[in-house]
């Protein structure tokens, strides 16, 4: 009974103490040209079609619709924060995928007029991927320690982005990738909050979201003719 008490007690202490410090990589395919504004060029209207996707490679056969704050939370607020990127950007649009849509007639008819009442479409496919075998065995080995033995936990963030016109010709297509380790032990405590997970996430969307629009005003993609 004793032993049994005191391995409680060592669980609960180490879930209490244990520290969590996030370290992401550089972005993958970031544009190397140089920025180019563009300020003569008419208006155009955009309609914003956002897919967010998450998978468990090991687990998940196929990747999963969720919902946009289910990867990032106030994705509303990173999004916005990169749209002046686009200097000729006039009225816009936002629709986001539910899984639920295949079975919403009128959702997906929504989705179509959007399409059609826009100059472009730009679609924008975020995906969040991790290996099960790696959380699985990360979890025993950090339960088994107490959280003493550092375990290093990896996501893979995605953004593809494809652009076009509301007649459907794809016209542009972009892809951005980051890597986040998140390291969890209780030593690592004294490292907490300056390298918190959620915040390194959000750097990656924001660094994504603003090199792609940086890149598709350069160039001058986005054009009334």
Known sequence: MKITKLLILIALLSS???GCVAFRSGLQGEYQGVAQKKTD???VNVLFHFT?????RGLDAI??????????????NVFSDALPELENLGSFATFTDDAGDVNHPERRALLDSLIKANDYTVNIRFTQEHKFSTFFLGGCLSTVTATLFPVPYHWTYKMETSLRRN???????????????????????????????DREREEIFIEMFHDTFKQINSENVLTVS
């Open 52 to 56: 967010h996707l998450s998978q468990t």
């Open 16 to 18: 209490l103490l244990a």
């Open 167 to 197: 007649d459907g010709t794809v016209i542009a297509t972009y892809s951005r990738r980051a890597r986040l380790t998140n390291w969890v032990e209780a030593l690592l405590l004294i490292a907490y909050p300056f390298a918190p997970q």
């Open 41 to 43: 060029n008419r208006p």
């Open 63 to 76: 990747p999963k619709v969720v919902g946009k704050n289910s990867v990032i939370m106030s994705f509303d």
